[in-house]
């Protein structure tokens, strides 16, 4: 009777110091990690988010950018900070790709962080060089149907969720293409725009202006359904072509260990604020759909994402980077 009692004791004496700590956080300036350079998409919401969250809770939350190895390097740090709620990451999507792309990580997802919530996503998108001849996303099917082989289409790098898609619009088809990895999206645009590759897949959100501009074309985009920011482009699934969504997310993880009442505060504040009209509405200009899941809901999520991309990456056998 004694030892239950003195259980049940360190039990409510740890929901008390979880509380406690939660009412006096923030006290000290917190770290957002961003596990690549500055002026990407993931970059841009940590930092739009990040003072936000400044101006709210009393305390900076400052970006730092700790990037290489595909975002492991930064992901591996994050896993390793202390679980104080002093250091939480913003990742894209390679936080559920890379632990079947690569053949080692420093990083167990399942077991090093808690997800927080997900403050966006921008989908992935089909594009073409304005000058090449299809009109529409059939078109340009039945173009590389009909000359197996001939067409090049680029990606951001292999094993981003563009070049993941890439795969599983191949494999769904059957399709003969050559697929061409660039070193990231900036590269891959410029070989678009000159007509080098005149095919690409990227997410939507890397190219927003020159799409604005005309300079590029989507034809279709890999989400389920159509986004506010552009509703006249099509989806791949109206289209007849199933099972097809592929995004990159920008997603908030706290290292395992962190107080619950500081992760509830974070999935709170963060949730709110991307649904805002103002910060809704810039995160619509960047081409990013706004997020807010529950950290329940933000955990299923991860999980099938990282089951929804090791097939397409077993089924494309694609081999393990470093294998």
């Known amino acids: 009777m004694r030892r239950r009692c003195g259980i049940v004791a360190l039990a409510t004496a740890l929901v008390i110091s979880g509380s406690a700590s939660a009412q006096q956080y923030p006290s000290k300036p917190v770290r957002i990690i961003v596990p690549f350079p500055p002026a990407g998409v993931t970059d841009i919401v940590a930092r739009l988010v990040g003072q936000k ?185 109206e289209l007849g072509i199933k099972d097809q969504e592929g995004e990159t997310m920008t997603g908030v993880f706290a290292p395992a260990g962190t107080p619950r009442p500081i992760v509830e505060l974070l999935q709170k504040e963060i949730s709110r604020l991307v649904t805002t009209p103002k910060i809704k509405a810039q995160l619509l200009e960047l081409g990013v759909v706004p997020g807010g899941e529950s950290a329940a809901e933000f955990a299923d999520y991860v999980k099938a994402e990282v089951a929804k991309w090791r097939k397409v990456i077993i089924a494309a056998k694609i081999p393990p980077i470093g294998g």
């Open 53 to 237: 969250l400044s101006e709210k809770l009393g305390e900076q939350f400052y970006v730092e950018n700790i990037a290489g190895a595909g975002g492991n390097l930064g992901m591996g740090q994050a896993a390793r900070s202390p679980a104080d709620g002093y250091t939480i990451l913003f990742s894209s999507s390679s936080i559920v790709v890379n632990p079947t792309l690569y053949s080692k990580v420093p990083f167990d997802i399942d077991k090093d962080f808690i997800p927080v919530t997900k403050a966006g996503a921008t989908p992935n998108s089909w594009q073409i060089n304005p000058d090449f001849p299809a009109p529409t996303m059939a078109a340009l099917i039945d173009l590389i149907r009909k000359e197996p082989g001939k067409y090049s289409v680029a990606s951001p790098g292999t094993g981003t969720t563009p070049s993941l898609s890439i795969e599983m619009l191949r494999l769904a088809l059957g399709l003969d293409f050559v697929v061409v990895p660039f070193s990231g999206g900036g590269p891959m645009v410029q070989s678009l725009l000159g007509g080098h590759t005149p095919i690409a897949c990227s997410a939507i959100g890397n190219a927003m202006a020159l799409i604005k501009d005309k300079k590029i074309r989507v034809l279709a985009i890999t989400a389920s359904k159509r986004v506010e920011f552009a509703p006249e482009i099509p989806t791949l699934d």
